[in-house]
């Protein structure tokens, strides 16, 4: 038994070696994409579920290396957490998004959003709402252009302090999504109490809907709550026209997913927005 253990502490040591090397070199690699400037945006398109129209778009980061190879962000979006390197990364991101919200904001209907993934050490900044302001500023762009999605997990870390710099945000009138929700600890109950305009379901609930009678009945709630309080509601991972009906059923008002687009490069997005239906 005593030899076992001592194999398996050896084949331990070995893995996280493996493993803190794979770190390493994944920091070396992230600080050089900054540099070089490796990363871009895509948009994935939000769309009403009823008539299916645009009224605004996510941006999601691509990070291809110059051998070609693509990094996908689950992959390097935690370890940049950890590591630190996420501020700088999310500098980058939050510049490059308001750039492009600015170029649509001549094209786009008035109501367009442009949302932006917050991270969680990002959120943690006690400059983050100057920061913000700054940048809206430097490319004169309306606050009501920008929503920014924070995870459910994000907000119950420090509840009472996320509720006043979600509050100061929308006050300066930047829309407030929460991203994710189902996959967190919070209750409903906390809903009610989150200055926010938007709540996302997350992927998983939706893929569930045909599962059972009570997850139906959770994503009903769920739509149901929030509308009470005031909230638009977005189901992510929408794939099938069978889950987009279900949605529109239980009045979900706006849908997200490769059923209609994938997160594309801007000129798509603006080339739908040129063909969007805004009577
Ligand atoms: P998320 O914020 O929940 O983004 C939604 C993810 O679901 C995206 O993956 C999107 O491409 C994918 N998706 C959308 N519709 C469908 C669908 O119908 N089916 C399937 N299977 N997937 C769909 P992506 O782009 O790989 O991003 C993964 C996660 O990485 C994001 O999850 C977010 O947490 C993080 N992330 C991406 N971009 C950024 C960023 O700029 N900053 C930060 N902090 N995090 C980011
Ligand atoms: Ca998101
Ligand atoms: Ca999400
Ligand atoms: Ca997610």
Redesign the pocket.
């Known amino acids: 038994a005593k030899a076992k253990g001592r194999n398996n502490y050896q084949f331990f040591a070995q893995e996280l070696a493996v493993l803190s090397s794979y770190r390493l070199s994944l920091r070396n690699k992230l600080k050089t994409a900054i540099e070089e400037e490796q ?1 871009s ?2 948009y ?1 398109p939000k769309v009403t579920t009823k008539e299916n129209r645009i009224v605004g778009v ?5 990070w291809k290396l110059p051998d070609g190879q693509v990094i ?3 992959e390097f ?1 935690s370890a ?2 950890d590591n630190g390197l ?1 501020l700088p ?2 500098d980058w ?1 939050f510049e490059e ?1 308001i750039k492009q919200a600015k170029a649509w904001s001549d094209v786009a209907p008035s109501y367009f959003t442009v949302a ?5 050490r ?1 959120f943690q900044q006690p400059d983050l709402v100057e920061n913000l302001m700054a940048l809206l500023h430097k490319y004169e762009l309306p606050t009501r252009f920008i929503e920014l ?1 924070i ?1 459910e997990s994000m907000v119950m870390e420090d509840v009472e302090s996320a509720i006043r710099i979600l509050a100061r945000l929308r006050k300066l009138g930047i829309r407030i999504a929460i ?2 929700f189902g996959t967190g600890y919070s209750s409903l109950g906390y809903l009610k109490s989150l200055p926010i305009d938007c709540l ?1 379901i ?2 998983r609930f ?1 893929d569930e809907l045909f599962k059972s009678k009570a997850d139906r009945a959770l994503v009903s709630t769920i739509i149901y709550l929030s509308h009470v309080m005031g909230v638009q509601v977005v189901a ?4 099938t026209e069978e889950a987009l009906k279900l949605l529109d059923d239980m009045t979900c008002d706006l849908i ?4 209609f687009s ?2 594309v490069a801007p000129d798509d997005i603006t080339v739908m927005l040129a063909n969007n239906d805004t009577s």
Do not use: C, H, W
């Open positions: 990363f945006l895509v994935q996510e941006a999601l980061i691509r996908p962000p689950d979006i940049a957490e996420i990364i999310s991101v998004a932006v993934n917050m991270s969680a990002q999605e995870t991203d994710d996302k997350d992927k939706v992510e991972g929408v794939e997200q997913g490769y059923y994938k997160p």
